[in-house]
């Protein structure tokens, strides 16, 4: 079955950096891309940008270029999220989710959120 | 950037109602069009994609409708299980979400 696991909560200090994993397994990882999405405590849902899983490039929303960066090992099936230069304002759940283009690009698997808290 | 306005906000209803939230883009998305249930520290689930198509294991209970900028999200009869919070994307061009509905027991 089709999962998207992501790695652990972390607490870092303003200033430091952070990256987060997302494994994906049931499923094959180039065939489908991969977005990201912010949720801030007690906020709603935030698109982030998408990574194409074929050939690595990113796409980066309004408000999320500079001190984030999207990548990826595809042969280990991961993608990776990295902030740089954290904020106390970067304090988040980040949720990967896969795209699918056969139901008009929605997003069928979520991993199960990394929550980022940052504070000194 | 193409916004989503969802309405209501909150929303308080009991077992056995039937439930709409509406959500309403700045521009025509055709049916571009998905709906998420959110429950609290769990990720968004897919009920809904291309506005009315109902993703593979969603009770019947749930159905989209609308198309252009505005759409729909019903619940025909609410179950205990359904109380959560509910957002809407576009997927026309960058996705956006809606800024959520949260459905509560009366």
């Known amino acids: 079955q089709v999962q998207l696991v992501q790695s652990g909560s972390e607490l870092k200090k303003p200033g430091a950096s952070v990256k987060v994993s997302c494994k994906a397994s049931?499923?094959?990882?180039?065939?489908?891309?991969m977005n990201w999405v912010r949720q801030a405590p007690g906020q709603g849902l935030e698109w982030m940008g998408w990574?194409?899983?074929?050939?690595?490039?990113?796409t980066y929303a309004q408000g999320f270029t500079g001190r984030f960066v999207f990548s990826l090992d595809t042969s280990v099936s991961t993608a990776y999220l990295q902030i740089s230069s954290l904020k106390a304002e970067d304090t988040a759940v980040y949720y990967c989710?896969?795209?699918?283009?056969?139901?008009?690009?929605?997003?069928?698997?979520w991993g199960q959120g990394t929550l980022v808290t940052v504070s000194s | 950037d193409i916004q989503l306005t969802q309405s209501p906000s909150f929303l308080s209803a009991s077992v056995g109602d039937r439930v709409t939230i509406t959500c309403r883009a700045s521009?025509?998305?055709?049916?571009?069009l998905a709906w998420y249930q959110q429950k609290p520290g769990k990720a968004p689930k897919l009920l809904i994609y291309?506005?009315?198509t109902l993703q593979s294991g969603v009770p019947s209970r749930f159905s989209g409708s609308g198309s252009g900028t505005e759409f729909t999200l019903t619940i025909s009869s609410l179950q205990p299980e359904d109380f959560a919070t509910y957002y809407c994307?576009?997927?026309?061009?960058?996705?956006?979400f809606g800024q959520g509905t949260k459905l509560e027991i009366k």
């Open positions: 989710a896969r795209v699918n283009d056969y139901i008009w690009g929605s997003y069928d698997y």
């Open positions: 049931g499923y094959t990882f180039t065939s489908y891309a």
């Open positions: 990574i194409n899983t074929n050939t690595g490039n990113p």
């Open positions: 521009q025509g998305i055709s049916s571009y």
């Open positions: 291309a506005a009315s």
């Open positions: 994307q576009q997927l026309n061009s960058y996705p956006t």
